[in-house]
């Protein structure tokens, strides 16, 4: 068990709140950089509000894309500063830099309940280097850390394994509770337990899905990951989107997706149920035609055509599934929803879902803002915006940015 922000005194203390701040920007109307999503900023309210009304000082610290260890001047981090002041209604001030004498001086002279952010720390490479010198430098900054970056927790950088080797650093809230649903999902999970797959691939999701395909009781396969095991059933999908063999990173073995597809289908028989029917077009991103596919009647899709949403009887069946479930996981989209016309299968499964009284979890970047653009994010149980490091944790891994945290 590790040490929580409930654990330790952090009142008037300067409190580095590590946050997954990495939230892609866009250019508004007046051309002002703005995030795309607040789904990353809300996940930290429970962290930030209780550090507020402890009177902590916080000083959030965190990273935007890939700069290279180099300024990239539309990679600061204001904009994020700046739409966190405007959530919370209070300001948020943000700082050039995240190390040096004058980023010191600013905090030391911050008052409880004040709030500063620092500049994108993989402005330096020191960052993504774990560079101790420069881990040092960003933990002066603070009395401890609260890590709540659950998705920045399978890295080994400065600011996620190498503050913690200068400063005491204990789990936030919101890290708290991925922890404690991803530990339920993987040794108790209520029954029955759905786990629903889509997105469009397998490969960044084959350790969480072997784990958790041995605990599901069922398991609803969507979106472009369909299509190789409708590929390993022998159904022809056209000119689908369809994942190029990898290297699995476990052992270093090459994989064929259809092959595991095919592994699965004879491995949980019972388990994984696939589409009945799908939405195929003629063009993903100019589509004039449209036309429902009715597998189960042996229909075939068009020569050139592309399936791109789930069919109505798919959605029935999926629909039906869902309700009869006590705890459900859900990673990847199901069809492509950011296109109105192929939003439905998305869109439906989402309102189903929400509209469950068990235990509902989505996992994945591209699943959480669907919910989002929804209005769903905050019908479920949880929602996890930790993407890569969430797999990792359901395939079984130690996250060190996770180990190493203050022990209870």
């Known amino acids: 068990m590790k040490k929580t922000i409930r654990d330790i005194d952090v009142a008037g203390k300067r409190v580095l709140h590590h946050c997954d701040f990495n939230i892609k920007l866009r250019r508004d109307e007046k051309g002002n950089l703005v995030p795309v999503s607040d789904i990353r900023l809300k996940a930290y309210f429970p962290s930030i509000f209780y550090l507020l009304e402890k009177k902590a000082k916080i000083v959030f610290i965190s990273y935007l894309e890939r700069p290279g260890g180099k300024v990239v001047e539309d990679l600061r981090m204001r904009p994020i500063a700046k739409r966190l002041s405007q959530l919370i209604n209070k300001e948020v001030v943000v700082l050039d830099d995240c190390i040096g004498p004058q980023v010191s001086q600013f905090i030391n002279q911050m008052k409880p309940g004040e709030m500063v952010m620092l500049e994108n720390t993989r ?127 476990a052992n270093g073995e090459k994989i064929d997706p259809i092959s595991l597809a095919k592994e699965l289908i004879t491995s949980y028989p019972n388990k994984i149920v696939l589409p009945v029917d799908l939405v195929a077009s003629d063009n993903i991103s100019n589509p004039l035609q449209l036309q429902l596919i009715n597998l189960s009647q042996n229909q075939v899709i068009p020569d050139g055509w592309l399936f791109l949403d789930l069919g109505l009887q798919t959605i029935s069946l999926y629909q039906q599934i869902i309700q009869s479930g006590q705890m459900i996981f859900w990673d990847g989209p199901l069809g492509k929803y950011e296109d109105e016309k192929f939003r439905a299968g998305t869109l439906k499964i989402a309102q189903t879902m929400a509209e469950n009284k068990g235990t509902t979890v989505l996992a994945g970047g591209d699943t959480a803002a669907a919910a989002e653009q929804f209005d769903l994010v905050f019908k479920y149980t949880h929602v996890s915006i930790a993407g890569g490091a969430a797999l990792e944790y359901l395939a079984g891994k130690k996250l060190p940015g996770i180990e190493a945290l203050a022990d209870k």
């Not at 600011?159 to 650093?169: A, E, K, V």
């Not at 991925?178 to 469009?200: A, C, K, N, Y």
């Not at 084959?206 to 369909?226: E, H, P, R, S, Y």
């Open 123 to 249: 402005f330096y490479p020191g960052e993504e280097a774990d560079d101790d010198q420069f881990a040092g430098q960003l933990a002066s900054n603070g009395d401890l850390m609260v890590e709540d970056a659950f998705g920045h927790c399978h890295r080994v950088h400065a600011s996620t394994t190498g503050i913690p080797r200068h400063i005491p650093s204990v789990a936030g809230l919101y890290l708290e509770q991925e922890v404690d649903i991803f530990d339920q999902l993987m040794v108790s999970p209520q029954r029955p337990f759905i786990l629903i797959i889509g997105g469009t691939k397998t490969s960044d999701k084959m350790g969480a899905f072997k784990k958790l395909a041995n605990l599901a009781d069922k398991i609803l396969i969507g979106g472009a990951v369909a299509n190789n095991f409708l590929k390993a059933k022998g159904i022809n999908v056209g000119n689908s989107f369809m994942e190029e063999p990898f290297v699995d990173k």
